[in-house]
């Protein structure tokens, strides 16, 4: 009897192409950093740009091409969470923004990882699902970063760091009362 050795085309790779892209993003992030702390206008803006692309091509390319996986979906997130974080990080220490609003979106992901790995440990495995807010803090994170590096940081730009900030928080405050939630049906 002859084995079959053409693989099986049901199977989804660990390294979509999808994955792939979100991968680049990540690697571009030191990239991003640097050239922004050395003041090496307008590359700082271009890297962003390219990253907040790659941010929507990633997810577009997994759907289309149904190449959806656990690795993207661990992946994704956490692109996102190391360029905000980096980002504001840096424009915090450039004087940019103020050190509190840092403050408030690092405090923000610290919650939600820590509350991910609290339902972990009660439930065993949980699968990451972003929220409506959540989607909308990145959206809005992603802009005035966006808005910062292209030079503008008077005026609308300014109220827009504040409604970013009170997004980041409103969204905190989401996550954990889902989360409180799910635990409560969990154990009651």
């Given at each position: 009897?002859?084995?079959n050795t053409?693989p099986d085309?049901t199977?989804?790779p660990i390294?979509t ?8 993003r990540?690697v571009?992030?030191?990239?991003f950093?640097i050239?922004?702390?050395?003041g090496?206008?307008?590359?700082p803006a ?5 990253t907040?692309l ?6 577009f390319?997994a759907?289309?091409?149904?190449q959806?996986t656990a690795l ?7 692109g996102?969470k ?9 424009l915090?220490?450039l004087?940019k923004?103020?050190?509190w609003?840092?403050?408030v ?8 990882v820590l509350g991910?790995v ?11 699902k972003?929220?409506?807010l ?6 809005f994170?992603?802009t005035?970063v966006?808005?910062l ?5 008077h005026?609308?730009?300014?109220a827009?760091?504040i409604?970013?900030?009170?997004i980041?928080?409103?969204s905190g405050?989401d996550?954990i ?5 799910k635990?409560n049906t969990?154990?009651t």
């Open positions: 009897m002859e084995k053409t085309k199977i989804t390294l192409l999808a994955n792939k892209v979100t991968l680049a990540i571009l992030i030191p990239v950093i050239m922004l702390l050395q090496m206008h307008p590359w271009i890297i962003f740009t390219f907040i790659t941010d929507a091509l990633d997810g390319i759907r289309v091409k149904k959806k993207g979906s661990f992946l994704d997130p956490l996102d190391l360029l905000m974080f980096s980002s504001y990080l840096t915090a220490f004087g923004i103020p050190l609003m840092f403050v979106i690092l405090s923000r992901d610290i919650l939600i991910w609290v339902m972990y440990i009660l439930v065993g495995s949980i699968e990451i972003p929220r409506v959540g989607k909308l803090t990145t959206i994170q992603m005035s966006w808005l590096l292209l030079g503008l940081a005026g609308p730009v300014q827009l760091l409604i970013t900030v009170i980041t928080g409103a405050l996550y009362i889902a989360g409180t939630k635990l969990l154990y």
